[in-house]
């Protein structure tokens, strides 16, 4: 294919639960590009989010439009169908020029025996020692470790091409970008599982342009990275390795890039990551959403007054429904129980403390990362408000605002391509 839509080489997923933060959120990316940051903008919303708040797939296309218009925004800007599937793409088809083709649960079924052998067979260069650029020891791959790999990847690499098909035949081919999201898993790929998955999704023809792994250690929605942070590090300059190698080897597009999902808040891995990409000279995509929906609490709770009172009412309810929240989230949040505050305690709080307590500002000894978990699981409580919350939202757009861009822009963006100040 000699034309086709192509992501820039760095690009930020913006989420946006209930649609009133696409300004704010532009803006970051206008003061990140000032300072010769250029992160290309990628609305984007899941079927289950969608589900959730009961808005269409058209609607986060309507912001993005109205949000590059308002701001004049004059690079390119995408709208992403967000881990859609087989049965649910269908109403994205329109809205939407990014779709991250969700296969996640075919992962682990195993493929057929024959399926499995030929592709071991197609891909002798797989096994035995693979020397990969700027990968100082050889991965040692047995012939037995690839048709493992394979028995467990390549249903779900065949589920994305059928997916991947049945868009591109709605759309065409070229006008689309195509990303597979591997990240909602009980196990993280390792950096040779991923060459091999890169492999079979060549083989599939499917024009890959972003690809979210499961990278090692948490990825805890709306908190700070878990884990070993040398091993994260090091896996992935590895995966940025093997991307650049896969891409050429297998005449994938060269703008081929890893994506990191819950990508936000993990401030204490982005500096590794900026190190990498320099070293690399290799782009990402950075996905975040509900980060922007704690803002919205946050200017909500500085607002005082009304806004504050909205923000406890939140927290209130949140609070007496811990399990059922959690339940859904419970591979991507850690809570300790024994942190968080009673409702009580918490309305007879000022702004101060609410923002305190919110606010992913690790410096601030008020800060409570189980508290922000919680209520990072609770926008349904916010969607039940309806109205109530919407007009909230407008009365108090200014502070609001504010902390949405303040957020995406000295919190992530800036630390991810220009380093801490
Ligand atoms: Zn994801």
């Not at 930020?12 to 649609?19: A, P, V």
């Not at 990508?263 to 500096?271: N, Q, R, V, W």
């Amino acid at each position: 294919m000699n034309q086709y839509l192509r992501l820039g080489k760095f690009s930020f997923g913006l989420g946006d639960r209930f649609g009133h933060q696409g300004r704010a959120q532009l803006q970051a990316c206008v003061q990140a590009a000032e300072l010769g940051a250029d992160f290309i903008p990628v609305w984007n919303k899941s079927n289950r989010e969608h589900t959730f708040i009961g808005t269409e797939p058209a609607s986060l296309r309507a912001e993005a439009d109205a949000a590059v218009a308002a701001l004049g925004w004059k690079h390119s800007y995408h709208v992403d169908a967000d881990h859609i599937r087989l049965e649910t793409v269908d109403r994205f088809l329109a809205p939407s020029d990014f779709f991250t083709i969700d296969v996640a649960d075919s992962i682990g079924q195993p493929a057929s025996a024959a399926a499995v052998k030929a592709f071991a067979e197609r891909h002798p260069e797989l096994a035995g020692s693979v020397a990969i650029p700027h990968i100082d020891q050889p991965f040692a791959i047995s012939r037995a470790e690839v048709e493992r790999v394979a028995s467990k990847f390549l249903l779900a690499v065949q589920e994305a091409g059928r997916i991947y098909r049945h868009i591109a035949k709605a759309k065409g081919a070229g006008n689309f970008i195509t990303e597979v999201s591997m990240d909602e898993t009980d196990t993280p790929q390792t950096p040779p599982e991923l060459l091999i998955i890169l492999a079979a999704l060549a083989d599939e023809q499917i024009p890959l342009q972003t690809i979210a792994p499961k990278f090692t250690g948490r990825f805890n929605k709306g908190v700070d990275y878990v884990g070993d942070g040398r091993q994260f590090a090091k896996e992935f300059n590895e995966d940025l390795a093997v991307a650049a190698f896969a891409s050429a080897r297998y005449g994938l597009p060269p703008s081929l890039k890893l994506s990191v999902h819950s990508g936000s808040d993990k401030f204490s891995i982005y500096e590794p990551m900026r190190l990498a990409l320099k070293k690399f000279n290799a782009g990402v995509h950075i996905k975040t959403a509900g980060t922007t929906w704690l803002e919205e609490l946050i200017g909500l709770a500085e607002a005082g007054g009304d806004g504050l009172a909205i923000a406890k009412e939140i927290y209130a309810y949140a609070i007496g429904h811990v399990d059922e929240f959690c339940a859904p989230y419970a591979s991507v949040i850690d809570i300790d129980k024994t942190k968080l505050p009673s409702a009580a305690e918490v309305n007879g709080w000022t702004s101060e403390q609410f923002v305190s307590a919110l606010r992913h500002d690790r410096k601030n000894p008020g800060y409570n990362p189980s508290f922000r978990q919680l209520l990072h699981v609770s926008f349904k409580v916010a969607a039940k408000l309806g109205d109530r919350y919407l007009d909230a939202l407008k009365r108090h757009e200014a502070v609001i605002a504010k902390n949405v861009t303040e957020n995406l822009f000295e919190r992530h963006m800036k630390p991810l391509l220009l380093g801490a100040a």
